[in-house]
């Protein structure tokens, strides 16, 4: 497959059903709804419209599939499959790739990427499925009183997820589901509902038993219908804040566990002494990577005064240099944005930020032309002149927006880098361990990357403070999110 093939190949069927108990199913209400190629506009394909009855038969079917032949796999076997469904997917990707690359706008050079990651954290999850152990526990009860606890699975979980990373997602949510020995129903965002249901076909084909992942495509209201059915144990949601809220009330009157990834406003901060020949595009790919549509993306660039000049001038010059145009050509690097919803509210994000005061230092429009016109491109934008109460000082923007602020010590930075109310990443770069130590333990959000920025890995704890949200994705952290903790005491007596 390269970058001009066809959209048929890759979506034979332009009617994509759901997937529910092994078998792709149209809505109950027959209903379709359209997802389209944002840098083109073109129609990828009708997909079926979920609604709260479709929701509750996927419950259903992952709820009976809870006691059927998966309760009794060992997890051994549970390993096998999952090491299985990891070659399958990278045997896969390209196909996964390009359905991203066609139903989010990022570029092919990004989504091909992706494939290490997705091996990597399936494989992981497939170790962390035979590790799985509850303890032997000292107890003071009168007699001989063993005590031990069981580790035992949370049950059926709906995963409710963003448009911003489709298949990695999808990965990221089924990996502790598959290694606890769970079931899954997963809602794809309504923008990019195509690669989960191809990751449940290939888990399927790995040997995932019918009803074990399922997927409900739909939008918003089939999220809410999943977020409070009574048959939920567990929500695992990433998106914005506000729906994050609208969740956890939801999943209250059943006692619903919650894990929420939720928003960011990430600072990444600059010290005179750091090396600027990596400080300099890593700053640039923090903030403009998927077109900014990343939750942790360094989006407020604080630069110590001394270099502040320099760095900026740099800094504008080198993301003058990037290229954004035709996510299918190999050598684009910013894509469109996801919709033009997304783009008209980074638009008016930009032009209210002029009308603050704020100073554009590179880009500030849609960008227009051929190639342009007919999607929802906006360019690489950089403003000087922000201060800490602007708006886009302050609110997710989730675009391709970069507001840079100047500051002179340690102890101002890391006040004005934690006056925010999220708390998900944040970066900082200098030569001097003792700032490196005093910033990490001073930022409080649940990443701190120190000379580096946005690194992830199966094994590190992501997840965020404040109204980021709670709970840890990857991890083991992450396995016992999906485990409910059982006492045991046997009166030997
Ligand atoms: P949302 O939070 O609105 O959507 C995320 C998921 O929740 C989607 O599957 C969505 O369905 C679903 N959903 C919507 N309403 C409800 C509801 N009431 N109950 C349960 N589920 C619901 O994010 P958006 O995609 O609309 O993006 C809006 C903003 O959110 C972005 O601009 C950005 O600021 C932030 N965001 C943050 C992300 C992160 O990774 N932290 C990722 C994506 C967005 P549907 O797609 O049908 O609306």
Redesign the pocket.
């Known amino acids: 497959m390269n970058a001009n093939t066809p959209i048929t190949s890759v979506i034979t069927d332009r009617d994509q059903d759901m997937l529910i108990g092994g078998k792709r199913v149209p809505a109950v209400s027959g209903q379709r709804f359209e997802t389209r190629n944002p840098a083109t506009g073109e129609l990828l394909a009708n997909v079926a419209h979920g609604g709260a009855e479709d929701v509750d038969r996927a419950v259903k079917v992952a709820r009976e599939a809870l006691s059927g032949p998966w309760s009794r796999m060992k997890p051994a076997e549970r390993q096998a499959i999952m090491l299985r469904l990891a070659d399958l997917v990278e045997e896969n990707w390209d196909e996964l790739a390009m359905l991203d690359t066609l139903d989010l706008g990022a570029p092919l050079s990004r989504t091909r990427l992706g494939k290490v990651r997705a091996g990597a954290l399936l494989r992981y999850y497939a170790g962390q499925a035979t590790l799985i152990s509850g303890e032997t526990l000292a107890n003071s009860a009168p007699g001989d009183v063993l005590s031990h606890t069981l580790k035992e699975p949370i049950g059926v979980v709906a995963a ?6 489709p298949i990695g ?1 999808s990965v990221w949510k089924s990996g502790p589901v598959l290694a606890t020995g769970c079931t899954l129903v997963m ?6 509902p195509l690669s989960a249901l191809r990751f449940a076909e290939l888990c399927l084909e790995a040997g995932v038993p019918d009803g074990v992942i399922n997927v409900v495509t ?11 059915h009574p048959d939920v144990d567990k929500i695992a ?8 809220q ?2 956890i009330e ?1 999943a209250a009157p059943t006692m619903k566990r919650v894990t929420v ?4 406003k990430s600072p990444n901060i600059v010290f005179a002494d750091a090396d600027l020949d990596k400080a300099v595009p890593a700053a640039a790919n923090a903030v403009f990577a998927n077109a900014g ?4 993306a360094g989006t407020r660039l604080f630069v110590q005064s001394s270099i502040h000049d320099e760095f900026m001038e740099r800094l504008v010059e080198h993301s003058r240099t990037i290229n954004v145009g035709d996510p299918l050509d190999p050598d684009t690097q910013i894509g469109p944005v ?1 919709s033009k ?2 783009m008209d ?1 980074i638009l008016s994000f930009i032009d209210g930020a002029q009308g603050e005061g704020a100073r554009p230092l590179l880009g500030g429009a849609r960008k227009a032309g051929a190639g342009y016109d007919d999607g929802f491109f906006v360019e690489p934008t950089i403003f000087g002149n922000v201060t800490d109460g602007m708006t886009i000082a302050r ?5 391709p927006v970069l507001s840079a602020f100047s500051f002179e010590s340690v102890d101002e930075v890391l006040a004005r880098a934690n006056a925010t109310s999220f708390g ?1 990443g944040s970066g900082v770069w200098t030569r001097d361990l003792a700032t490196a130590h005093k910033m990490a333990r001073g930022i409080k959000a649940g990443s701190v990357w120190v000379n580096c920025y946005q690194m992830l890995d199966p094994g590190v704890p992501f997840g965020g403070y404040k109204m ?2 709670f709970g840890r994705e990857s991890g083991p952290h992450h396995i016992e999110e999906y485990l409910e903790t059982k006492a045991v005491w046997i009166n030997l007596d």
């Open positions: 409710i997820n963003p448009w911003n990373g997602m809602k794809p965002a309504e923008q990019t739909g939008l918003g209201d089939a999220g809410a219908a999943l977020s409070a949601f990433t998106g914005s804040t506000g729906v994050g609208k969740i939801a990834e939720l928003g960011g549509q990343i939750c942790s996801v919803a997304q509210r609110e997710e923007i989730f675009g998900l980021s949200g």
